[in-house]
């Protein structure tokens, strides 16, 4: 039997790793899904991380009908991390790992180069490489779902800042006034747009006024609380009022915080990804005008902001990108 050789992506969330083979031009195989123990202390996170891989080996040799074995590993890790030691910091929803070099750890077990980057900026990386970003050398990329994150690369790289912590741009505050985020800040962009800021503020719309959001209430079964993020796109779609007026509120808050993205960088493009990016994908034109009349920048419409290529995988590709055009074995 024949050996090949391939580089594996591994993304890793609070409660779940996903992972598979990526190839040259960004295609990804052999996609296994594992639990992640982010509670049972470092040993059991590292040794989820290992049956995810293993997993991939197996699903490689299988379909292929040769022995599967990784060429190099990337790693899309949870923040804070410190990419250039492959160190993971202090993740608030991965306990398990505090100060944990993740990197030398995987590298001892499969013997191969390993490489760790905080997923948003592996994702705008693989963005950059082979998907809405292509043809472009400077990318602000943003992932809105059940928080906000961002990935800048420059030059065709990642732009990791001094120490590996820059692109935190879902804490870049629009309104000192506004609701505090998690991370402690006043009016975050995250705090006030994210998938879960946008159903929280359509439910408060509606219990204020229910006549108002009679199409929304109806998709929740009368359960104000239940209503979500698709429900709003659904409503929305129906002509509800409140749905209407929630997103349009949002498509604000976006244009203000990407304004100040393009007044500070001048990216080449602006790619959004993220579950709830679906919700307000028919919203970007909006969200482009209006973010272009309150950017100073005189060109601003000449910078596209456009939909990521990768939807649920762009963890595996980020990761599997952190290897491309490097040289990892035959």
């Not at 290992?50 to 997993?55: M, V, W, Y």
């Not at 602000?140 to 690369?153: M, Q, R």
């Not at 800021?197 to 408060?204: D, F, L, N, P």
Request: charged share 15%; proline share 6%; glycine share 14%.
């Amino acid at each position: 039997m024949t050996e090949t050789r391939s580089v594996i992506g591994v993304d890793i969330g609070g409660t779940k790793i996903a992972a598979g083979t990526v190839g040259p031009t960004g295609e990804i195989h052999h996609r296994v899904r594992t639990p992640m123990f982010s509670n049972d202390g470092a040993a059991a996170g590292l040794a989820a991380v290992k049956s995810a891989i293993d997993g991939v080996i197996a699903e490689s040799t299988k379909n292929e009908g040769t022995a599967s074995t990784p060429a190099a590993i990337g790693i899309c890790a949870p923040g804070p991390l410190d990419p250039i030691n492959g160190v993971v910091l202090n993740p608030p929803n991965v306990l398990c790992w505090r100060n944990f070099p993740l990197a030398a750890e995987v590298s001892r077990i499969f013997n191969v180069p390993v490489k760790v980057e905080n997923d948003a900026n592996a994702a705008a990386l693989a963005e950059t490489i082979w998907g809405a970003g292509r043809g472009f050398q400077n990318v602000f990329y943003a992932t809105i779902g059940t928080g906000i994150g961002a990935g800048i690369v420059m030059g065709g790289r990642i732009y990791n800042g001094r120490t590996g912590a820059a692109a935190e741009g879902g804490h870049m505050s629009i309104d000192y006034r506004g609701p505090l985020c998690g991370c402690g800040k006043p009016g975050c962009i995250e705090v006030l747009a994210s998938g879960h800021a946008i159903a929280r503020r359509a439910r408060a719309k509606v219990a204020a006024d229910p006549a108002r959001g009679s199409a929304l209430l109806k998709l929740a079964g009368g359960n104000i609380g239940a209503i979500s993020g698709h429900m709003i796109g659904e409503a929305f779609s129906a002509g509800d009022a409140i749905a209407r007026e929630t997103l349009m509120e949002t498509v604000d808050l976006l244009a203000i915080w990407l304004s100040n993205v393009v007044d500070l960088l001048e990216p080449d493009v602006l790619i959004i990804g993220g579950g709830a990016s679906l919700l307000l994908r028919p919203l970007f034109g909006d969200i482009h005008r209006r973010l272009c009349e309150f950017s100073i920048i005189q060109r601003c419409r000449e910078i596209p902001l456009v939909p990521a290529f990768y939807g649920e995988e762009a963890g595996i590709a980020g990761a599997g990108a952190l290897f491309a055009g490097t040289p990892v074995g035959p």
